[in-house]
């Protein structure tokens, strides 16, 4: 069980990789761009990978109507992500140290993996509407307007995961340091149940 | 009647491998570029880098031109002594004084050798200098922004010839004058050249961090003319060679007069030696004019100072600094090899090829072995200074550069080749032919303490047959070798722009990674710039319009300017907003007597213009920026100069 609240708090400990490394990386390559355009999404803000990537990106989505890419005060996210990164983070820790001492049980650690899971897809469902709206919300004197075969408005949506095709850019979008931090983070937390778990059947057969 | 035949038949043998011989020869020539190997070696794929960056000087262009090998593609003409309309260079308010002089505004010259900045005698890739022939100058262009970035003229110089040469770590940039003029100029003369006349050497300091230069003494020489120049590597740093020709002191027809001495002289010269003179405060200064050009980064502005003295040193003040090493008929280029100890003279009217020995100079001058002196200087005799001779190597030598593995590149004017020779033994190891009348030959770093000996290309004079025609002028051709087997392999012949008088070549990993990409706005310290739209205005000044404007993809701003009248002069200050790679913006205005203006992302340039004619004008972009390159354009409103129309702008109204 001490081995298992060790991973539990090593895994919670992971969340803060998240407060130096982006969450999620968006890379836009084109003819014109060998050397792809990229933003980094922070869960305080969105930065370019090169320092004027951004005022790049908005230059060019200019032509298609589209809004700039959002300032941290422009979203509530940057500012509600960190508090609750931070507050899950010190929740598993207090887990875990509790587990150690035996003070709660293993159960505890599934219990904040849901949790976070809940969190994680919360967060993903958020984002995957800012995307929804970055890329259709656009400016109806748009500089150049495609439609689909139907005759509706094309969508610059940038994909939530993986690799999408958008006019002349090649859009891939993956998790970037900080996300896999994270993923692991949660993965030993599950870890440590399975092994706290273990224990504990072992315990109660002897 | 057997024998007959038989000899008959081996005449025939004899005959048709000789024709055949000559054949084969002929048809390596004609095709040796065209055998799959061959072509492997020149083939940069699409997308693919050249693994150099030659830099070959435009002569008669002024310019300086950028090509990378061994594909001998051309990348890039930067302008340096002349005007260049293409991006508005000595055109633009910001980069007109980088061409003034003491004689005014000189809007083109003659440039021959280019040389890369040097630290502990290898190539650092930091700058690359250039001499001005004809209106003496040298420049300096960073190899960051690949711009030209300095100009300083030369006083009492007159034909920059024997220039720009880099000391081991780039202490100094030497520029010495080809013809001997009176010093200070006066009228005088001509024929009383012989004893009056005066050769100036010029040694240009050179700030270590920024690169500026200073001009720190002037060498009075006496009157002959001095052709080329080299500086002592490793053994011999401190040291300074050039060779001399008409030492005879002719003044008129100097193909006759100027070629009667058996031997002119290569010029030893100790810098050192004057250097610690005058830094305890030798020399005297003297009143000269002379111009020191400088284009700021951050303010994308050049502006031009006249110097009023330059500190001259008279030989006769300095024993034991200068020395005169007997040369064969009028040698052109000096060439020190990578260690330090031969000296080559290239003595273009001789037979053979001299080289001089560094440590049996410095041995002769402690014996004192003097031959009589020039004006005061010690003459050392030939035999005492001789490391060797290459015996008929070819026919009129010019040039030589060296590979770093003991072997030496001579070209040959009048032959028209390259020889290949051994450093020691003097030995002639391999020839091949130029196309044709070669000049200079460059190897990169070949002139430096660590040759990249991989490749050589030889700059030529004469083009003739080997591109499609295009009527009486020609472009001049080169020729790339690859030279690291034992023998030359002549790889690829390309075409240059103006007169490819010399180059200087650099593998491109040195420099490739700080060529910049842009100029950071956030850094932009124009006075007239606006780096915002808030920032854009119209403002009068008397008959002068100051117009703030803004590039970026795909407008300007302002777009539609009123209030301009006729007899105005309109000052365009045109600041690019771009942040991103290779996005320029161009800024042409109609009827404009100058030039446009291609202003890179970040910068701040400045087009003037004279309204002539009451109308409304427009003006727009000539870079191909953007998809909606063709609608980044504009009006000026001329109303007649006694109109009362108040200036107006806008965009987007």
Known sequence: ?206 | MKKTLKITVALVAVLAGLTSCNNSEKSKGRSGALASNVAEKVYVAPGEHDSHYAFISGGYSGNLTVYGLPSGRMFKEIPVFSQFPTNGYGYSEETKPMLETSFGFVPWDDSHHPDISQTNGKLDGRWIFINGNNTPRIARISLTTFETEEIIEVPNSAGNHSSSFITENTEYVVAGTRFSVPVPQRDMPIKDYKGNFKGALTFIAVDPEHGHMDIKFQILMPGFNYDLSHPGRGKSHGWFFFTTYNTEEASTLLEVNASQNDKDFIAAINWKKIEAYVNNGGGKMMPAEYTHNLHDEATHTATSTMKKEVRVVDPAEIPGAIYLLPTPKSPHGCDVDPSGEYIVGNGKLSANLTVHSFTKMLDAIEKKKFDGDAYGIPILRFEDVLAGSVEQPGLGPLHTEFDGKGNAYTTFFISSEVVKWKLGTWEVLDRKPTYYSVGHLTIPGGNSREPFGKYMFAMNKITKDRYLPTGPEMEHSAQLYDISGDKMELLLDFPTHGEPHYAAAIPAEIIKNNSKKIYRLAENKHPRKATIDADTKVVRDGKNVHVYMTTIRSHFSPDNIEGVKVGDKVFFHVTNLEQDFDVPHGFAMIGANNAELLISPGQTRTLTWEPKKVGVWPFYCTDFCSALHQEMQGYVRVSPADSNIELSWSLGD
Do not use: C
Request: proline share 6%; glycine share 12%; charged share 15%.
């Open chain 1, 1 to 206: 069980m001490k081995t298992a609240a060790i991973i539990m708090i090593f895994g919670s400990l992971l969340l803060l990789g998240l407060f130096k490394f982006p969450l999620w990386n968006i890379m836009l390559g084109a003819p014109q761009y060998p050397d792809p355009l990229g933003m980094n999404i922070y869960i305080d803000g969105i930065k370019g990978v090169e320092e004027f990537d951004l005022q790049n990106i908005d230059g060019i989505n200019h032509y298609i109507g589209m809004k700039t890419i959002p300032k941290p005060e422009e979203m509530w996210e940057f500012s509600v992500f960190p508090k609750v990164i931070l507050g899950m983070s010190i929740l598993g820790v207090v887990i875990g140290v509790l587990g150690f001492f035996g003070k709660v049980s293993y159960k505890f650690f599934l219990g904040w993996f849901v949790l976070m899971s809940v969190l994680g897809l919360l967060g993903m469902y958020d984002f995957n509407n800012w995307l929804i709206s970055y890329g259709s919300d656009l400016d109806p004197n748009a500089i150049i307007k495609v439609t689909n075969p139907d005759g509706s408005p094309m969508s610059y949506k940038p994909p939530l995961f993986g690799f999408q095709k958008l006019l002349n850019f090649d859009v891939t979008s993956l998790p970037h340091t900080g996300g896999y931090l994270m993923f692991v983070g949660m993965l030993l937390t599950l870890v440590a149940f399975w092994l706290g778990r273990r224990t504990s059947v072992k315990a109660t057969t002897q």
